[in-house]
């Protein structure tokens, strides 16, 4: 497989590619902490996929979330996968995409320096959507879920067994796919989010929770759809969603407390 490096220095970016399933090649945005990657095998990586409702947006919009947790001194990824405005796809091949971009990061655990027992696989919306399926069901060509040790998921879909995916929609559900042993998982959702209702993931936390798996929801009141997301004003719940991600990752010993604390 081709590999094109391209480095930023000033914030230490790499980009990578992977292949998707039509042969479409896809950008995998790597964000490196200041020190050197090599000096450690045990390091986390952190995996951000974006939303935009399966039809739209970019790696772009988790670039300062993975700018923050490169400087906490985890791997972070934002990866690319394909949407349907330009791609003509439908949320099946963008499972397919995003569980091939992870493990196409898991190959490069020893390029990069994290440790494949330290991933957390996160995203928003239609990302959250994707990061969840791809760690709860498995992919029925190879029965793969990617081994997260923690979920991070940013007002995301859960369930799709509404959305006019057909007969096979329960396969890419991840509400419906609910298993024991599944890695332990934050949630940021507004009270106020109309795209995607809040009780849908205090359904969620109860099917986890019933499976003895650790769920924690952080609802923000009045808050819409994308409440999360950096703003050139009024980064409030931006920063307060990285605070508690950050105390999460922390108490499963995913990041080192930081010095001041």
């Not at 057909?166 to 109309?194: A, K, N, Q, Y």
């Not at 980064?235 to 508690?244: A, E, K, P």
């Amino acid at each position: 497989m081709q590999v094109n490096h391209n480095r930023n220095k000033s914030n230490r970016r790499i980009e990578e590619r992977f292949q998707a399933a039509d042969g479409t090649s896809l950008l995998l945005r790597f964000y490196l902490p200041h020190e050197d990657v090599s000096a450690t095998k045990e390091r986390s990586v952190i995996v951000l996929f974006f939303g935009g409702g399966w039809t739209f947006g970019s790696p772009d919009q988790f670039h300062m979330q993975c700018e923050y947790f490169a400087s906490r001194g985890m791997i972070a990824v934002a990866p690319e996968y394909r949407v349907k405005s330009r791609h003509g796809v439908t949320p099946f091949e963008c499972v397919e995409d995003a569980r091939a971009a992870l493990r196409r990061i898991i190959e490069l655990s020893e390029t990069f320096g994290f440790s494949p027992d330290k991933i957390v696989v996160g995203g928003g919306s239609a990302g959250g959507h994707l990061a969840a399926c791809s760690v709860i069901a498995a992919q029925a060509e190879t029965n793969w879920t990617c081994p997260a040790a923690a979920m991070l998921l940013f007002n995301p879909a859960l369930d799709t067994s509404t959305i006019g995916l057909g007969g096979r929609s329960l396969e890419i559900s991840p509400i419906h796919r609910i298993r024991v042993g599944l890695p332990p998982t934050m949630i940021f959702h507004g009270t106020s989010d109309e795209l995607v209702p809040i009780q849908s993931v205090f359904d969620f936390q109860r099917q986890m929770e019933g499976h003895g798996n650790l769920c924690t929801i952080i609802p923000y009141e009045h808050r819409e759809h994308g409440f999360f997301n950096y703003r050139e004003d009024g980064n409030d719940d931006f920063f307060d969603t990285l605070r508690h991600a950050d105390h999460f990752l922390v108490s499963h010993g995913l990041l080192l407390p930081k010095v001041h604390e």
